[in-house]
């Protein structure tokens, strides 16, 4: 077993980053890469959950003109097809893995249960959570924070198109500030767009460390475990 910073990790994957360079649904290339290193981090020993999203379907403000709510379960619908394309790739790799969901969906996945997702866990199975928080109004990064909560994990790991967290959008704005570490009081302060506030305020209250990096080079899953230098470590401290 490699050595590794932590034991229990949960990885938020947004729906775009699946969807690779074809920008809409699941690029199975893109899918095969990422689970290629989840699988190196668990045979680490380390356990993995997993909650993702399905902006690659289908966004809540797509659906601009349509009842909000409505809009949004759509959107959670959309996570549940996510989370069987990931279940999928790992399992071809021979990690054994199951799908979660916050809307009950007997036929496909298993309703969430905290005590049952902690038992998995422990047996090394990677957890996959679809549906958010099976509530409209909230975002797959509350989920990620609530989940990485009642799982009691060590931190939550956030890939993102972006490196790490900047002061502002460093493809608008050559001279932003690049952080290696930043608190949460910062971050809800200066406004910067690393999760929605309800899930930034939650991390928070928690006390739950969030490392935001760079998704397109799956590798970093894999670093960020070692505890290497890679991205912004948001905390309390």
């Not at 199951?98 to 309703?111: H, K, L, N, S």
């Not at 999760?195 to 990096?213: E, G, H, Q």
């Amino acid at each position: 077993m490699s050595e590794t910073k932590y034991k229990r990790v949960l990885i938020k994957l947004s729906g775009e980053v699946l969807a690779g360079d074809k920008k809409q649904g699941v690029d199975v290339e893109t899918v095969g890469k990422i689970c290629d290193k989840i699988k190196e981090v668990v045979e680490m020993g380390v356990q993995v959950a997993i909650v993702v999203g399905g902006g690659n379907f289908w966004r809540g403000k797509n659906g601009h003109q349509m009842e909000r709510t409505t809009a949004d379960y759509m959107g959670i619908l959309a996570t549940a097809m996510n989370a069987l394309a990931l279940q999928d790739a790992l399992e071809a790799r021979g990690i054994y893995s199951r799908v979660q969901t916050a809307i009950e969906m007997r036929e496909i996945a298993e309703p969430f249960i905290q005590r049952k997702a902690e038992k998995h866990l422990n047996r090394g199975r990677v957890v996959i959570f679809a549906c958010g928080t099976g509530h409209p109004y909230f975002t797959t990064d509350t989920a990620a924070v609530l989940r990485a909560t009642e799982i009691k994990a060590d931190v939550i790991l956030l890939g993102k198109s972006i490196d790490a967290v900047y002061s502002a959008d460093p493809l608008v704005v050559k001279d932003a500030i690049r952080y290696d570490k930043i608190t949460y009081s910062e971050v809800l302060e200066k406004d910067l767009k690393v999760m929605d506030s309800t899930a930034t305020a939650l991390c928070r209250d928690n006390n739950m460390p969030l490392l935001v990096f760079g998704i397109s080079d799956p590798e970093n899953i894999v670093r960020a475990v070692k505890g290497e230098n890679v991205g912004t470590i948001v905390s309390n401290n």
